[in-house]
Nanobody, 126 residues
Framework: QVQLVESGGGLVQPGGSLRLSCAASGRSFANYAMGWFRQAPGKEREFVAVATWSGGTTYYADYADSVKDRFSIFRNSAANTVSLRMNNLQREDTAVYYC????????????????WGQGTQVSVSS
């Protein structure tokens, strides 16, 4: 069975940093678009970041405008993992963060990934 399992969420003060990790199992996602969404209370689930396979072991990254200067996404195809380094976190970043994978970047950006994780809570508060 394919599973995506997130970890690394927690409580952090504004300006702090946090790293989320997503471990995939059940199949290889080496050639998938893989990344992160988030959903805050009362809001739509929104795109955060994605790393899309571009040949071999290389990937290119895309970010939501709200996080592009603060977050970094990393892929490890051999380990079948994706991580998200979040710097300078703000209260607006508080949300449940979901790992996701899609066979195409277009499906990922359309919020139609093939697989979802269960989410991990990130809370930014003083």
């Amino acid at each position: 069975q394919v599973q995506l399992v997130e970890s690394g969420g927690g409580l952090v003060q504004p300006g702090g940093s946090l790293r989320l990790s997503c471990a995939a199992s059940g199949r290889s996602f080496a050639n998938y678009a893989m990344g992160w969404f988030r959903q805050a209370p009362g809001k739509e689930r929104e795109f955060v970041a994605v790393a899309t396979w571009s040949g071999g072991t290389t990937y290119y990254a895309d970010y939501a405008d709200s996080v592009k200067d603060r977050f970094s996404i990393f892929r490890n195809s051999a380990a079948n993992t994706v991580s998200l380094r979040m710097n300078n976190l703000q209260r607006e970043d508080t949300a449940v963060y979901y790992c996701a994978a899609a066979a195409s970047e277009s499906d990922f950006l359309a919020r139609r990934p093939d697989y979802w994780g269960q989410g991990t809570q990130v809370s930014v508060s003083s």
